[in-house]
């Protein structure tokens, strides 16, 4: 008799059985993988060294329906019939290559084009949402501020009404895809201080006024993530998005769907990682045995995918809350926190399962590991979270 074949334990066997996936999802997630593996794998270390990719790209993932994900078809989207699976398998995919935060960029739209289309005047449709569904334009979304981004009561970047016109002064930093947008959904200070005196203005990029520059230091991850300088910037009233001094009123969908994407895209990253660490496991030999026959070896491979199976058990069950009209937002906030700290786990144990080679440039882990702590700071940092989690509560 022969032995049983043991399971592969690759990226895909790492995500434990869905009771909620169905094969709309997985058509899907076909979809995304038939196109990442064309468009963007071959070209993935030419586009890390380079830290950006073509703007073709844009257009590419438009064609393959990938940018307009969620959208109405009117505007040249695939259509509103989606669910939060749908934002989660995007996240997975692009992220199963341990592509890091240069897709970012290509995502930026999901958060930034929703208030354009919802609260800003009908004509955006056309000139706003319908090029950037088809990836001819680029929109970023620049809230965080030099002087810090948890803090957003304290934004100081103003817009004064001046006739028919705001005067933008002030700046942002951190901004995905800033350095080659067309457009700019800006947090501004159209009022008093605090979250009450905070507007949405659409902000031509190209306007006089307006420069950017590669936010130092970020290069490596990606050159396109920017701060913008707002130079006496005069942008038209009618590029109010919403209602004045509300700005932040309608953005609470926005925030659920981005922390949704980053806990998704830190699960991808951990399962590519741990399927990395597993196959050289079983490849490297040390002391006369396997790596992976060595039960300390052994424990730590256990207990990632013990994590990392914990927080989809999780994972389900928030996207069934919130499918049949529940807002948990405690629950999410704890499972953004659960999700990226279980990456820093993963990647930290993965790079010690490979050793030196993880610094040889010939795998994916050393990449994740570095990228593994900006989810824990962007999109909600940590401990930003457990105090909304912590008044959600109640506590
Ligand atoms: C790769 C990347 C992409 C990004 N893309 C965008 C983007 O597209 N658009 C955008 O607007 N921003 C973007 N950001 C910025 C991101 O949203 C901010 O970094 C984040 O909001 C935290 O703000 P900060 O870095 O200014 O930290 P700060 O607000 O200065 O906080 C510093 C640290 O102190 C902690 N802290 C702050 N206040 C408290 C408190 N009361 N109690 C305990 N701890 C506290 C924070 O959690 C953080 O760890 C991006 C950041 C990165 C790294």
Same mark, same amino acid.
């Given at each position: 008799m022969t032995a049983p074949e043991k399971p592969a334990l690759d990226f895909?066997?790492?995500?434990? *059985?869905?009771?909620?996936? +169905?094969?709309?999802?997985? #058509?899907?997630?076909?979809?995304?993988?038939?196109?990442?593996?064309?468009?963007?794998?071959?070209?993935?270390?030419?586009?890390?060294?380079?830290?950006?990719? *073509?703007?073709?790209?844009? +257009?590419?993932?438009?064609? #393959?329906?990938?940018m307009g994900m969620g959208f109405s078809e009117e505007l040249g989207g695939t259509g509103e019939d989606i669910d939060l699976y749908h934002r989660i398998i995007f996240a997975e995919e692009f992220f199963r290559m341990g592509s890091g935060v240069v897709f970012a960029d290509l995502a930026t739209h999901w958060i930034a084009l929703p208030p354009v289309i919802a609260f800003g005047p009908p004509e955006m449709r056309e000139t706003v949402a319908r090029p950037v569904l088809a990836g001819e334009k680029k929109i970023a979304f620049a809230v965080t501020e030099p002087s810090g981004g948890s803090d957003v009561g304290a934004f100081q970047t103003t817009a004064e009404k001046r006739g028919d016109h705001y005067v933008v002064n002030g700046g942002k930093t951190l901004i995905s895809g800033a350095t080659r947008a067309d457009f700019l959904l800006t947090a501004v200070r159209t009022g008093g201080p605090g979250v009450g005196g905070l507007s949405l203005l659409l902000i031509d990029a190209h306007s006089p006024g307006v420069s950017s520059k590669p936010v130092k230091g970020l290069s490596w991850y990606n050159g396109n993530n920017g701060s913008l300088t707002f130079d006496n910037v005069e942008v038209p009233v009618g590029n109010l998005i919403g209602i004045e001094n509300r700005g932040f009123a309608g953005l609470a969908n926005q925030f659920n769907i981005e922390r949704f994407s980053g806990i998704a895209a830190t699960l991808a990253m951990a399962r590519t990682a741990i399927a990395e660490a597993i196959d050289w496991a079983r490849q490297r030999h040390t002391f006369g045995q396997r790596l992976i026959d060595h039960q300390a070896m052994r424990h730590k491979i256990v207990e990632m995918i013990q994590r990392v199976n914990a927080c989809y058990a999780y994972l389900d069950i928030l996207v069934w809350r919130f499918g049949r009209g529940e807002t948990p937002v405690a629950d999410l906030a704890m499972m953004k926190i659960q999700a990226t700290t279980t990456l820093e786990h993963c990647a930290r144990e993965s790079l010690q399962v490979l050793g030196g080679r993880a610094y040889t440039g010939d795998n994916r882990v050393e990449r994740i590991y570095r990228e593994a702590r900006i989810f824990v700071i962007g999109g909600g940092s940590e401990e930003i979270l457990r105090d909304l989690a912590g008044r959600q509560l109640g506590l």
């Amino acid at each position: 008799m022969t032995a049983p074949e043991k399971p592969a334990l690759d990226f895909d066997s790492l995500r434990p *059985p869905s009771p909620f996936l +169905t094969e709309r999802h997985e #058509a899907w997630r076909r979809q995304l993988r038939a196109f990442i593996q064309t468009e963007v794998a071959p070209n993935l270390d030419a586009w890390d060294a380079a830290a950006t990719f *073509p703007d073709e790209v844009y +257009t590419k993932a438009a064609k #393959a329906g990938v940018m307009g994900m969620g959208f109405s078809e009117e505007l040249g989207g695939t259509g509103e019939d989606i669910d939060l699976y749908h934002r989660i398998i995007f996240a997975e995919e692009f992220f199963r290559m341990g592509s890091g935060v240069v897709f970012a960029d290509l995502a930026t739209h999901w958060i930034a084009l929703p208030p354009v289309i919802a609260f800003g005047p009908p004509e955006m449709r056309e000139t706003v949402a319908r090029p950037v569904l088809a990836g001819e334009k680029k929109i970023a979304f620049a809230v965080t501020e030099p002087s810090g981004g948890s803090d957003v009561g304290a934004f100081q970047t103003t817009a004064e009404k001046r006739g028919d016109h705001y005067v933008v002064n002030g700046g942002k930093t951190l901004i995905s895809g800033a350095t080659r947008a067309d457009f700019l959904l800006t947090a501004v200070r159209t009022g008093g201080p605090g979250v009450g005196g905070l507007s949405l203005l659409l902000i031509d990029a190209h306007s006089p006024g307006v420069s950017s520059k590669p936010v130092k230091g970020l290069s490596w991850y990606n050159g396109n993530n920017g701060s913008l300088t707002f130079d006496n910037v005069e942008v038209p009233v009618g590029n109010l998005i919403g209602i004045e001094n509300r700005g932040f009123a309608g953005l609470a969908n926005q925030f659920n769907i981005e922390r949704f994407s980053g806990i998704a895209a830190t699960l991808a990253m951990a399962r590519t990682a741990i399927a990395e660490a597993i196959d050289w496991a079983r490849q490297r030999h040390t002391f006369g045995q396997r790596l992976i026959d060595h039960q300390a070896m052994r424990h730590k491979i256990v207990e990632m995918i013990q994590r990392v199976n914990a927080c989809y058990a999780y994972l389900d069950i928030l996207v069934w809350r919130f499918g049949r009209g529940e807002t948990p937002v405690a629950d999410l906030a704890m499972m953004k926190i659960q999700a990226t700290t279980t990456l820093e786990h993963c990647a930290r144990e993965s790079l010690q399962v490979l050793g030196g080679r993880a610094y040889t440039g010939d795998n994916r882990v050393e990449r994740i590991y570095r990228e593994a702590r900006i989810f824990v700071i962007g999109g909600g940092s940590e401990e930003i979270l457990r105090d909304l989690a912590g008044r959600q509560l109640g506590l």
